[in-house]
């Protein structure tokens, strides 16, 4: 293992592991803490995924350390703290706590901090991060029910997160090259700055600041900083792939899509596949019974399961959404209809079915949990940010596309079985 990561979410541990993907590292994605004897996967890079972005400040900086324990003693060469490109988090934390956490588990003093990730219009100009044209506390990030961005500036952030001191290395040190960006940084940290905030505006930038970081132990930010670390394990002669990181191997199966995502490109997602192929449209609010939707799925699925992919969907519009949480409550609605899918995964798995796309982040989190998947092998990406993953843990390994609400294309489930991989 070359990379060893630490995410604080799942789907921002996926966007990592298809940036390495995309640099020819061979990545697997573990979920949660991997057991002290769980085997290491046979990978350039792994990124361990927790959800701690939330979690409270003590437990957030806990499972980090174990994460990082397990990373070490796995081998790797190189550390990464994948945080949010819109650098969610509080006063209280959980950057600062988790990457001080870090540093000093790894005794290495300094990482540098950079969430900007240009292609996704993230960038950090003279300490400040932008979302599109508008400053971060102006995007829609400042009422953020649980991670408000109220500030801008990246340095005065992360200040308030940490004891140690915070630099930056900016636009015009960027601009001049990888050389720059180093011999700043150096001097930051021998100033005694325990962080560097780096501006980076295009990917060049984040190519520059990845080559420089060649030798740091820890690196820190979102996934677009990762994007030069391939080219450094590539020149120094320990990464021999390319494309190929990306192949998975074949399953024969059954395929099916499973969709909670009530969110705006899902629903378009299923208009445009119910013309293709045959949906079951599952309605929580007519029939609140877990268990008699889990028995419809199954008649259903008994009849419909062959050749073609088939679809299962709970996903509603917005007022059929008010309505059932008005009825049983907003965390009850959710459990209820995440539940109720896992279990129709579980019972789409048992009939046969090995390739299965899951639309919704919650949804994914309950159907990979109740499945007992483990890990997932980084395959080609179907759209950006939503890759087929080979996945292990269960009953029976399968391929896994696990989608968050809004990502995709409108011919997204079409096109998920149609692509090479799978
Ligand atoms: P997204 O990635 O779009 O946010 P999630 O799966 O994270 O999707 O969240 C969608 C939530 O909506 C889940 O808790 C899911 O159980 C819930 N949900 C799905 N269908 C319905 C429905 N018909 N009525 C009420 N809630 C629903």
Redesign the pocket.
Known sequence: MLLGAIADDFTGATDLCSMLVRGGMRTVQLIGVPRANDPVPDADAVVVALKSRTAPVREAVDESRAALAWLRAAGARQYFFKYCSTFDSTDTGNIGPVADALIAQLGCGFALACPAFPANARSVYQGHLFVGGVLLNESGMEHHPLTPMTDANLVRVLSRQTEGKVGLVPYAAVEQGAMHVRTAMTSLQEQGNRYAIVDAVKDAHLLAIGEAAEHHVLITGGSGVAMGLPANFRRAGLLHHGGEAAALAKLVGHAAVLA????R??LGQLDVARTKVPVLQ????AQPDSEGMVRTARDWMADKLGEAPVII????SPD??K???QRLGRDA??????QT?AHIAEDLVSRGVRRLVV????????VVSRLGVRSLRIGVEIDPGVPWTYAEGGSTPMLLAL????FGAPDFFVKAFTIAAP
């Open positions: 909670g995502s009530c969110s490109a899902t599952l309605d929580p609010l969907a709970a996903s509603a059929k959404v309505a059932l949480q609605a959710g459990a209820l209809v995440e899918l639309a919704g982040g919650e949804t994914a989190g309950a989608k968050s609400g809004n």
